[in-house]
């Protein structure tokens, strides 16, 4: 049984299945996403908003695995704005495209920003490069779309969305398998 601890003080890294779940749910997600744009418009937005508050709440979850509070509140930002995003698509109809645009730009390079420093911390050489690289995507992708707002249109959006999703996840599942704790102290 596994015992989940939300102090700073953890004794052990994350089992390497949360790190692999994490990254094929992103991967799923981001699949979804890209899916998505090239069988709908109309319900883009409820998809889009369901599989990025997926993704954050996985992400927050992921967190309280980490050694620490210096490594957790990075993931739990991510987590937080994920999870914030989808829910505002999902809920707000008549505000969707001017908030979609606007608030995925910004959480983007948000989200850029905090994967950085966690890549940076990662021991495993190939995860570290896929994170950060991830990480330089979204900060990319993010004024990408601010800097079209308000044309940038939903597949933009999407298929940006879809590649951070894509990339994150592909570079946790290398973390996931690769030999060794992945997170140095």
């Known amino acids: ?54 993704a954050g709440a996985f992400e927050l979850i992921h967190a309280f695995w980490t050694k620490g509070w210096a490594s957790a509140t990075p993931r739990i930002l991510l987590g937080f704005l994920y999870v914030v995003f989808g829910l505002v698509l999902i809920t707000q109809p008549s505000f969707r495209g001017v908030f979609l645009t606007y608030a995925l730009g910004f959480a983007l390079v948000l989200s850029g920003l905090v994967r950085l420093p966690v890549g940076f911390k990662l021991s495993t050489s190939l995860g570290r490069l896929l994170i950060m ?39 946790w599942l290398v973390v996931a398998w690769r030999r060794g704790p992945g997170l140095s102290g």
């Open 1 to 54: 049984m596994a015992v989940f601890r939300f102090s700073s003080k953890v004794s052990a890294a994350e089992p390497v299945w949360v790190r692999s779940l994490l990254g094929v749910v992103l991967l799923l997600s981001g699949i979804l996403v890209l899916t998505d744009i090239m069988l709908v418009k109309t319900v883009s937005a409820w998809v889009i908003g369901g599989a990025a508050v997926v």
């Open 133 to 171: 690289l991830s990480g330089a995507f979204g900060i990319v992708a993010g004024l990408i779309i601010l800097s079209g707002w308000p044309i940038s249109g939903i597949q933009v959006i999407g298929t940006l969305l879809a590649i951070d999703l894509i990339s994150q996840g592909i570079g």
